[in-house]
């Protein structure tokens, strides 16, 4: 591979909620290992690995011009944008005009929301269900409305268009959030899915907010469909939010957009968004941009996409073959994956909770799945060098799944 993704960084006192978050307080972070064991961060959705030398690059470049006062976004910004949907995408109308600055996806669903509900108004989503989710919509006044999906007889998860229906019918909804790859489930869904999901939602006149921030993390080569583009309804429906943060590790400098094609609700979101008077864009977070939706990134993503790939066809094998009593779909995107552990612990008479904390005791620091409305379960990222994944399970082994 010409990009370096086996090193594994030392994070530690370098500002990284990951690995020096652990044990804060804060109620959904694993506590701290106990003696004798270094942590394997697998909970916050960021990755192990350095971004790619494009983006620092573009970065290093912009500071070589030591001033920073007020500034517009540059064309060049934009010419980017438009690039990576129509090269990675198959995206050909998209325009500046269609494209808004987010300081971050849930910031954007947020303001989706306040342009088409009002407080106390039912959202739709499915669970399990993304944390992010859960208290944007909450801290705002808005109530979920949580429509399961299912697991067919292939473990595939797939969505309940009946159930969907009935509760958009029964709960009133207006407006709907889709995650598109779905995050915990790491399903990439297919265009049927899509296009059957928003003929669903245009028969009740249910507005779509689509979070693709995964949209570029995709695993042994499943394609992305933008929900947009699968029919002339979802294209003046749907407010699409994007980033390049999951895909080049680049959450700590903020800096998400949306696509809207819709020139009515496009205003009123952006409307929405500018209320705070603090949605603005850091010059070094669109400088960071311009590198990662680059050629160069681009060939780093997709050896990304080749590593994550790796890692989570050895977590799903391992869990499949080692963990009798342990469930997990076979992830398609993201990197992501989320295993149901509620047959081995009524099996093994070891309650969840102690489940949770023999993984942190011995530094496997995977995600409660109660947070992700779906308890029993433990959501695993496997954002980190291979050889950390194989530690990992090297750990559940011998120390948890006894």
């Known amino acids: 591979m010409t990009y370096d993704f086996t090193s594994i960084l030392n994070r530690h006192g370098q500002d990284s909620i990951a690995v020096d978050g652990l044990g804060d307080g804060m109620g959904s972070s694993p506590a701290r290992p106990r003696e004798g ?83 106390g108004d039912n959202v739709l989503v499915h669970s399990p269900t993304y944390v992010g989710f859960t208290h944007a919509v909450g801290d705002h006044g808005y109530h979920l409305v949580h429509s399961p999906l299912v697991l067919d007889e292939a473990g595939v998860w797939r969505m309940d268009f009946d159930d969907m229906e009935r509760r958009i019918v029964e709960n009133h909804v207006h407006a709907a959030i889709f995650c598109s790859p779905h995050n915990p489930c790491g399903r990439v869904w297919e265009r049927w899915e899509i296009e059957r999901a928003m003929e669903v939602f245009e028969a009740h006149d249910v507005y779509v907010v689509s979070d693709e921030i995964w949209s570029d993390l995709l695993l042994d080569g499943h394609v992305h469909v933008p929900t947009q583009q699968v029919s002339p309804w979802a294209h003046e429906h749907v407010v699409a939010l994007y980033a390049p943060s999951k895909t080049f590790n680049l959450a700590g400098l903020i800096g998400s957009y949306h696509v809207i094609y819709n020139p009515w609700l496009r205003d009123r979101v952006q409307r929405e968004g500018s209320l705070s008077h603090y949605n603005a864009q850091n010059v070094l977070s669109m400088h960071a941009l311009m590198g990662a939706y680059s050629p160069e990134g681009g060939e780093w993503a997709d050896e990304l996409c080749r590593v994550l790939s ?35 612990c009524e099996r093994s008479g070891m309650s969840y909770d102690r489940l949770v904390r023999a993984g942190w005791d011995v530094g496997v620091t995977w995600h409660d799945g109660r947070l992700f409305d779906c308890p029993g379960s433990v959501r695993i990222a496997v954002s980190v060098p291979h050889a950390q994944v194989i530690e990992a399970f090297a750990r559940l082994d011998k120390y948890v799944f006894v």
């Open 310 to 344: 790796a890692n989570a066809r050895y977590a799903y094998e391992h869990i499949r073959d080692t963990y009798p009593g342990v469930t997990c779909a076979r992830a398609e995107g993201t990197y992501v994956l989320l295993a149901d552990c509620r047959e081995w």
């Open 37 to 119: 064991f270094d942590s394997i961060p697998m909970w916050v959705a960021d990755m192990g690995f350095a971004t790619a030398p494009s983006v620092v690059e573009a970065m290093r470049a912009r500071l070589d011009q030591p001033h920073f006062g007020y500034y517009q976004a540059r064309d060049a910004y934009y010419e980017a944008i438009m690039d990576w949907h129509r090269t990675r995408k198959g995206v050909h109308d998209l325009e500046r005009e269609h494209i808004g600055y987010e300081n971050g996806v849930l910031g954007g669903v947020v303001s989706a929301l306040g342009a088409l509900c009002s407080p």
